[in-house]
């Protein structure tokens, strides 16, 4: 494991990147970040670090990058920029760097990237996470990662910065991908059951407050049902994971599991919901607004 400082790129400062680069800033990690928002990157560094005005001044300072971006075309952006000339981190990385790729993409696209970057003289580790905002914050957070073994040695001591469970499920890209695609479709499943479930319980005039105590503390329960259904309680639909996060994420659940021809019918009927749910007009409220979907039901107000 790497025991010299190193000096670490975060690339989105959102609900999960702000609360991880937080951490390693708790850890004594020289920390530049760079975000969209420039206003976002600037209140971030006001306690520590440094605010980047490009992927590119980013990518030349730091031993480390972090993508923390919501997809694989927005991952590709931080690499390689918009256009042919490349306004991205990659080409300005030193040789030997290593970038920490955490969003949720199709496993194959995460296999080709690190062929990609080993042609640039880098390191890839394929890092997916778990575990919401608050957990991000407090460095508990779970990592499901797949790397060469020469790119742990160098960043192993970041992922435990930021993660209190980091999973190595193999030598090279792809693995930690796919367990993060199955991960979600638990999660998409879950959250379409707990909002269906609420939903029959305020049709059938169940005061949805006893009805989500009674269930947290019953076989019925999930972590989906009582984390999520408590957004619905309080009537808010800010979004810290939006709908049309699994709109993404069941779709590339269903797109790996068609490459093997295996049915997913609970996959196929929650996706189903959160493509209503987005396309009735909810697509960047929390993925509890799933709910809304279901007719003839009076949700509690906003609180």
């Not at 695609?181 to 319980?201: F, P, S, Y």
Request: net charge negative; proline share 4%.
């Amino acid at each position: 494991m790497q025991t010299t400082a190193l000096t670490v790129g975060l690339v989105g400062l959102g609900a999960m990147g702000s609360g991880m680069a937080a951490s390693l800033r708790r850890a004594g990690h020289p920390l530049y970040v760079f975000d969209v928002r420039p206003d976002v990157a600037q209140a971030f560094v006001r306690e520590g670090g440094v605010a980047c005005e490009s992927l590119a001044e980013l990518g030349a300072a730091c031993d480390v990058v972090i993508s923390v971006v919501v997809n694989a075309a927005q991952t590709e952006e931080v690499l390689f920029g918009k256009d042919a000339n490349g306004m991205g981190c990659a080409h300005a990385m030193k040789p030997g760097s290593v970038f920490v790729m955490c969003s949720t993409v199709d496993p194959n696209w995460s296999v080709a990237m690190e062929v990609r970057l080993e042609q640039l003289g880098l390191m890839y580790v394929d890092a997916p996470i778990s575990g919401g905002a608050a957990k991000a914050a407090s460095g508990e957070m779970t990592m499901m990662t797949a790397a060469k073994p020469e790119a742990y040695a160098k960043c192993e001591v970041l992922l435990h910065a930021m993660a209190a469970k980091v999973y190595k499920l193999g030598d090279s890209a792809g693995a930690g991908s796919k367990v993060k695609i199955i991960n979600q479709l638990l999660a998409g499943v879950h959250i379409a059951a707990a909002a269906e479930a609420m939903a029959l319980g305020l049709r059938e005039g169940v005061a949805p407050d006893a009805l989500y105590e009674v269930i947290t503390h019953s076989a019925g329960n999930s972590w989906m049902f009582e984390n999520r259904m408590a957004h619905v309680l309080a009537g808010d639909y800010t979004p810290l994971s939006a709908v049309d996060i699994f709109v993404k994420d069941l779709g590339l659940v269903l797109d790996m599991a068609r490459a093997s021809k295996f049915p997913l019918p609970l996959s196929s009927t929650a996706h189903q919901m959160f493509m209503q749910a987005s396309t009735a007009g909810f697509a960047r409220e929390d993925d509890s607004a799933v709910i809304k979907i279901f007719p003839g039901i009076e949700l509690p107000p906003k609180s």
